[in-house]
T-cell receptor, first 114, second 112 residues
Framework: EAEVAQSPRYKITEKSQAVAFWCDPI?????LYWYRQILGQGPELLVQ????????DSQLPKDRFSAERLKGVDSTLKIQPAELGDSAMYLC????????????FGPGTRLTVT | QKEVEQNSGPLSVPEGAIASLNCTYS??????FFWYRQYSGKSPELIMS????GDKEDGRFTAQLNKASQYVSLLIRDSQPSDSATYLC????????????FGAGTRLFVKA
């Protein structure tokens, strides 16, 4: 069964350090999403790609966060420098296309900033 | 007013009972609605999608949509302890660039 892959699964970093997350969507899925989920809340969209183009990054803290999907397949989300408030679950999801298509999530990366 | 609202729970039901989970949304033009199940420490897993008014059944799960009332629900029949999880309602609206908005989830506890 096709799945969204993410790595690492867990990451502990000190504040002010850089951290990067990787995501490989389901094969053939053109749309890729990065979400952040804080404990007790629902996922919040950080950035959405359609192929290699950013469709929505309105909630991405651009002073410290960056995301890319250079060849329209896998994607990297980076935080530099990390802050204590960045501790959360970072989720990657993909869907066949934009619109009302179903999104499928990867296992997520649990980030702890100390 | 939150865009997607759910009762945080916990909702506690005995094994074998019907669990009813509710969700309201604010964007009247919303067209796509999803239910996800999330076990503690895990990522969300898609259970159901529904796009038109009425009921949609899949095994023990039934999603119900009423666009006029801006209300979507999930019924779980013959609830099992393994159904104990947080259930997230997600709505794709017209505002915010057609973004999918998630509710904070309802915690369900099924007692054996």
């Amino acid at each position: 069964e096709a799945e969204v892959a993410q790595s690492p699964r867990y990451k502990i970093t000190e504040k002010s350090q850089a951290v990067a997350f990787w995501c490989d969507p389901i094969s053939g899925h053109a749309t890729l999403y990065w979400y952040r989920q804080i404990l007790g809340q629902g996922p919040e969209l950080l950035v959405q790609f359609q192929d290699e183009s950013v469709v929505d990054d309105s909630q991405l803290p651009k002073d410290r966060f960056s995301a890319e999907r250079l060849k329209g397949v896998d994607s990297t989300l980076k935080i530099q420098p990390a802050e204590l408030g960045d501790s959360a679950m970072y989720l990657c999801a993909s869907s066949l296309r934009q619109g009302g298509y179903e999104q499928y999530f990867g296992p997520g990366t649990r980030l702890t900033v100390t | 007013q939150k865009e997607v609202e759910q009762n945080s729970g916990p909702l506690s039901v005995p094994e074998g009972a019907i669990a009813s989970l509710n969700c309201t949304y604010s964007d009247r033009g919303s067209q796509s609605f999803f239910w996800y199940r999330q076990y503690s420490g895990k990522s969300p897993e898609l259970i159901m999608s529904i796009y038109s008014n009425g009921d949609k059944e899949d095994g023990r799960f039934t999603a119900q949509l009423n666009k006029a009332s801006q209300y979507v629900s999930l019924l779980i029949r013959d609830s099992q302890p393994s159904d104990s999880a947080t259930y997230l309602c997600a709505v794709r609206g017209r505002t915010g660039g057609f973004k999918t908005i998630f509710g904070a989830g309802t915690r369900l506890f099924v007692k054996a």
